[in-house]
């Protein structure tokens, strides 16, 4: 089946640095959704990608649609305490009926 | 504009029982997914429902269930439980197949 591999499991990062993480995926996708997950709620969208090459920022968030469509990246530019949590990279092919596959996550920890 | 709302947000079951989880979806949303979270793990597609029909499911046993009322609100079943089915439940609304909005979770214990 699908799988997405995300990178890195996790991150440990002082407070100001920039972050990135990734996605890749065997499968092409349409539509590449970043979501950040806190403990004992869901996943909140953070930025949502429909087109081969898109870049999208959200503040101090930007990802990226890969141009091969089995891809995406986020960038968090001057991270701060609060960006502390899970983010989930999320892949969805056109006509899947809500079928979005999702990454394992990247937890991030961020020293004050 | 409400969110999407979960109940119970906790409970625990035994092996066997069965249980149903409640979902409340976004005003204006008319589609609704269930996903499996395991610890540690990202979330897992079950099945969507749209106009009160399931029009999409992921690798999950029959004995995974749901329904979806008028007003767009839904539940989800499990049947016969084990204790793999140990997990954080999301139920994920929508307008179609965009910006999913999920809630905060059912978290079912089974022992």
């Known amino acids: 089946g699908q799988q997405l591999n995300q990178s890195p499991q996790s991150m440990f990062i002082q407070e100001g640095e920039d972050v990135s993480m990734n996605c890749t995926s065997s499968?092409?996708?349409?539509?590449w959704l970043w979501y950040k997950q806190d403990p004992g709620e869901g996943p909140v969208l953070l930025i949502a990608?429909?087109?081969?090459?898109e870049l999208t920022s959200n503040g101090r968030l930007t990802a990226q649609f890969g141009i091969t469509r089995k891809d995406s990246f986020l960038n968090i530019s001057a991270s701060i305490p609060s960006d502390v949590g899970i983010y989930f990279c999320?892949?969805?092919?056109?006509?899947?009926?809500?079928?979005?596959?999702f990454g394992k996550g990247t937890k991030l920890s961020v020293k004050p | 504009e409400t969110g999407v709302t979960q109940s119970p947000t906790h409970l625990i079951k035994t092996r066997g029982q069965q249980v149903t989880l409640r979902c409340s979806s976004q005003?204006?949303?008319?589609?609704v997914s269930w996903y499996q979270q395991a610890l540690g793990q990202g979330p897992q597609f079950i099945f969507q429902?749209?106009?009160?029909?399931?029009?999409g499911r992921g690798n999950f046993p029959p004995r995974f269930s749901g329904l979806q009322f008028p007003n767009y609100s839904s539940e989800l079943n499990v049947n016969a439980l084990e204790l793999d089915d140990s997990a954080l439940y999301l139920c994920?609304?929508?307008?179609?197949?965009?910006?999913?909005?999920f809630g905060s979770g059912t978290r079912l214990t089974v022992v």
């Open positions: 994920a609304s929508s307008w179609g197949a965009v910006s999913y909005t």
């Open positions: 499968s092409i996708f349409n539509t």
């Open positions: 990608l429909y087109k081969a090459g």
């Open positions: 999320a892949g969805q092919i056109d006509g899947s009926q809500g079928n979005l596959i």
């Open positions: 005003s204006g949303h008319n589609t």
């Open positions: 429902y749209y106009r009160e029909e399931e029009n």
